[in-house]
């Protein structure tokens, strides 16, 4: 079981840090995905981190504004959003990829097992 958490209304230019914990399971060993689904679109790809951290990997429009990173000792992962704007607004989704197979870019949603149930992000003057 993922639930995400931290999400809200925000000003454009503003910041959100939405947090992804893990009951049940530990995300130590998995890699995690965040994706976002915005109101008559297609659920995409955000980012993704490896199991250990060392790597992340970022959907275009939000590379140098968006930031994840992960505590293991917590058993959570965080995604950081900087310099928000509208076009951001969406349904915010962790995802758990334990498939040590899968390296690099994984944005495909049919590899992650486990989801969360989502949280909203509206950013809006």
């Known amino acids: 079981q993922l639930v995400e958490s931290g999400g809200g209304l925000v000003q454009p230019g503003g910041s959100l840090r939405l947090s992804c914990a893990a009951s049940g399971f530990t995300l130590d060993g998995s890699a995690i995905g965040w994706f976002r689904q915005a109101p008559g679109k297609e659920r995409e790809f955000v980012g993704r981190i490896s199991w250990s951290g060392g790597s992340t990997y970022y959907k275009d429009s939000v590379k140098g504004r968006f930031t994840i990173s992960r505590d293991n000792a917590k058993n959570t992962v965080y995604l950081q959003m900087n310099s928000l704007k509208p076009e951001d607004t969406a349904v915010y989704y962790c995802?758990?990829?334990?498939?040590?197979?899968?390296?690099?870019?994984?944005?495909?949603?049919?590899?992650?097992?486990?989801w969360g149930q989502g949280t909203q992000v509206t950013v809006s003057s």
């Open positions: 995802a758990a990829d334990s498939d040590s197979r899968h390296t690099g870019w994984v944005t495909s949603r049919n590899l992650y097992e486990y």
